[in-house]
């Protein structure tokens, strides 16, 4: 029976440490974002930045944070056409449209 070098076994629990730490760290920030969905807080800051980190060792994070980047530049669109619209309606102005040239 060979018995592993203590360059090896230090090794693995190297890595392996590393991932514990940053399994608890980024699903300890993912959830503290949760709960600030019904508390006060940056919750839409703090989900995707546990994301990130999570995302240094799981593949299924970085889609979910790749998702949650598409979902902000979405809503962000949704945010600037929508005051767009409200400051037309305050103002009383529309949006001119080009003339056709026939």
Known sequence: ???PKPSEVFAFIGRNAKRVAVTI???VVV???LAM???PGPAV???PAGF???ATEYAWAAVALKKSKKMAV???EKTKSGATLIKQKVTGTKKKRP???R
């Open 1 to 3: 029976m060979s018995f």
């Open 25 to 27: 760290v980024g699903g």
């Open 31 to 33: 959830l503290a974002g």
């Open 37 to 39: 969905l019904v508390f």
């Open 45 to 47: 800051l703090v989900i």
């Open 52 to 54: 990130a980190i999570l």
């Open 74 to 76: 979405t809503a962000g």
């Open 99 to 101: 003339r056709r040239v």
